[in-house]
């Protein structure tokens, strides 16, 4: 398949990344779980100012072919939501790792990403090459 998993962030099982600068950590899906979903017709996100947590849902993604729950690989207050992918989310196919991602957070602690996967890991689990 070939898709682009950016050396910078970080991955989890269920395709979210995050991508952390500071204590600021950004947070979408990835090309994979896009290609994965197809048409995506749907997005809901949390407001600003709530507290999102490591492991648990912080939204939905839906698509012509299913309806998936968003995994927070962090915690932390919502500092920004992307209202324009919300707007339009059939972007989110667009740039999944540049203009389409979905929360950045303000986070506590940022060893709680130690344990999700490099590029490298994250492409051998969905790829397997």
Do not use: C
């Not at 398949?1 to 979408?28: C, N, Q, S, W």
């Not at 389409?100 to 969905?126: G, N």
């Amino acid at each position: 398949m070939g898709f682009e998993y950016p050396e910078d962030l970080k991955y989890l099982d269920t395709h979210e990344y995050v991508r952390l600068k500071g204590d600021i950590a950004t947070i979408g899906i990835t090309a994979f779980a896009v290609d994965q979903l197809g048409d995506i017709v749907f997005l809901e996100l949390p407001d600003v100012g709530e507290i999102v947590s490591k492991g648990e849902n912080f939204g939905t993604i839906e698509s012509v072919k299913a309806v998936e729950d968003l995994k927070s690989p962090v915690t932390g207050i919502i500092l920004e939501r992307n209202d324009a992918m919300i707007d339009a989310p059939e972007q989110v196919a667009d740039d999944p790792y540049g203009e389409a991602w979905l929360l950045k957070v303000r986070i506590d602690d940022s060893s709680e990403i130690e344990d999700a996967m490099t590029a490298e890991e994250y492409s051998l689990q969905v790829e397997g090459n």
